[in-house]
C-alpha cells in the first residue's frame, strides 16, 4: 500500500501538469509513472522508510497505517463516504452525505467555478491510470465522519452527517474522477484498514 501511496506522491505533479493541455500527454504520463515504479523499486524494503518519506510520524495517516490491518478489494461505492471535514473546496453541506450524492453534486455542478470540481473534471480522462493508484478506505466510516470534527473546523451547528460504511481516508478526488468517467460503475479499488483481530 505505502508503494501506491508512494506512486501518487511521485507522479501527481506530472499528471496536474498534463491535465492543463489538451489533448492530455498519456505516454508522457505513462513514462514519468514507469520512472516512479523505478524509483520506489530501488527504496529500501523497510516500511519505516517508505512512511517517513510520505508521513510525519505523528500524523494521522500514520497513526491509521499502523493500527489497521490492509486489504487490496474492489469496495462498493454506495458504502463510501469522504473524509470530512474537507475535501477541497467542496461545500461543507454536501461532503458530509455519502459518497454517491457528493459524486451526484459534482456532476450536477460540472460548470461550477469550484476548483475541486474543475480537478476531478480534469482527471476523468486519466481515469485507467488513476485505477493504478488504489484510494485508502478506513472502517468503521464513524472513526473519521464525526460531528465533533465538522464543529472543530466549522462551528456548533446541526451536522447531520450520513452514517457509512467506511470512509475515503486517501484519494477523494481520484476516486470521484474514477466514478465521473464511469457513471455504470459500481466498485472501485481500495486499500481497506480494519481494526486487527486479537
Not at 493500527?67 to 477541497?88: A, F, N
Not at 486519466?126 to 462551528?155: C, K, N, T
Request: no cysteine.
Amino acid at each position: 500500500m505505502l508503494d501506491s501511496d508512494l506512486l501518487w506522491e511521485l507522479l501527481k505533479d506530472t499528471v496536474r501538469g498534463e491535465v492543463k493541455h489538451f489533448p492530455v500527454d498519456r505516454d508522457r504520463i505513462g513514462n514519468s509513472m514507469a520512472l516512479a515504479r523505478e524509483l520506489i523499486a530501488g527504496f529500501s524494503r523497510n516500511e519505516k522508510f517508505k512512511m517517513v518519506q510520505l508521513f510525519s510520524p505523528f500524523s494521522q495517516r500514520a497513526r491509521l497505517l499502523e493500527e489497521k490491518q490492509w486489504s487490496l478489494e474492489e469496495y462498493s461505492i454506495s458504502d463510501l463516504g469522504t473524509v470530512i471535514p474537507e475535501v477541497g473546496d467542496l461545500p461543507r453541506e454536501v461532503i458530509v452525505r455519502s459518497f454517491v450524492e457528493v459524486a451526484n453534486y459534482v456532476r450536477q455542478n460540472a460548470h461550477s467555478n469550484s476548483i475541486s470540481i474543475k480537478y476531478i473534471y480534469s482527471l476523468s480522462p486519466l481515469a485507467e491510470v488513476l485505477e493504478e493508484i488504489p484510494i485508502m478506505v478506513v472502517e468503521p466510516g464513524s472513526e473519521q465522519r464525526r460531528v465533533d470534527e465538522m464543529v472543530r473546523v466549522w462551528g456548533q451547528q446541526d451536522w447531520r452527517i450520513h452514517e457509512t460504511r467506511g470512509y475515503i481516508e486517501d484519494g477523494n478526488h481520484r476516486a470521484l474522477a474514477i466514478t465521473l468517467a464511469d457513471p455504470n460503475r459500481t466498485t472501485i479499488q481500495a486499500y481497506v484498514g480494519r481494526g486487527r483481530k486479537v
